[in-house]
């Protein structure tokens, strides 16, 4: 399984090769779902902001985490396979886990907005339904979804060049939620995955949407 091997290894490997790229991003203009985030808190139920719990799933080393903590005023967690990127997280004051998205530590209907930060395409993909189902589990009746992640309209599989034997899937990742009533598509944009930008570059494609998750609508 592609998720022990990331517990293992990979998931320091990837941190490793990537902490210099997270370390000089300015989360002010150049991160695609700050702009997204600062929305939702505005339409949260909880009315202060310090009671607005957030997850992110693959966080890193909660650069992107501890800048909503700070700007926001939000109460923030964060799961991520990385030993060394968890270390680094808890360092900036993040309440970080080392595990993965399809064994969520957390208690149901906890939090107000779950993030998948660029993590599932690296995922099982026998453990999508699993996966889906930590994410409902763990937010509560109203409130938020958003995923950031390579897209396809069709699913495609790849062998990952980092490691052999591992393989990323590029998909359009909402419909893990969009097919359930309660989850509505909010938003959805399709980027470069480097400048942020529109392109035709298919290869390129990177996909940001947010779903509103409001099961009120239907109980």
């Known amino acids: 399984m592609q998720k022990k091997i990331f517990l293992e290894s990979e998931a320091d490997a990837w941190f490793k090769r990537n902490k210099n790229i ?4 300015d989360y002010s203009t150049e991160d695609s779902l700050i702009s997204v985030v600062s929305e939702i808190i505005v339409l949260c139920e909880t ?23 700070e ?14 990127a968890v270390i ?12 993965t998205a399809d064994v969520l530590p957390y ?10 930060g660029f993590c599932l395409y ?17 937010l509560k009746k109203n409130s938020w979804l958003l995923i950031m992640d390579f897209f396809s309209p069709m699913p ?13 899937t590029k998909m359009d990742f909402k419909k893990l939620f969009d097919w359930h009533p309660a989850y509505t598509n909010y938003f959805h944009r399709i980027n470069h ?15 940001i949407s947010c779903l509103r998750k409001a099961v009120a609508f239907y109980g």
């Open 122 to 138: 690296l995922c099982d993909r026998e453990d999508y339904f699993r996966i889906a189902y930590e994410a409902d589990r763990v």
């Open 22 to 25: 997270l370390s000089d991003r």
């Open 47 to 69: 009315k202060e902001p310090s009671e607005i719990k957030i997850l992110e799933i693959g966080c890193g080393d909660g650069r992107r985490l501890a800048w909503i903590a």
């Open 88 to 99: 680094e997280a808890k360092k900036r004051g993040i309440n970080a886990e080392r595990g």
């Open 156 to 168: 495609i599989q790849t062998e990952y060049k980092h490691r052999a034997g591992v393989y990323t």
């Open 107 to 116: 208690q149901n209907e906890m939090f107000d907005v779950v993030i998948y």
């Open 193 to 207: 995955h480097i400048s942020g930008r529109f392109t035709d570059d298919k290869n390129e494609w990177v996909g």
């Open 71 to 84: 700007n926001f005023g939000c109460d923030v967690y964060g799961i991520e396979p990385s030993g060394a």
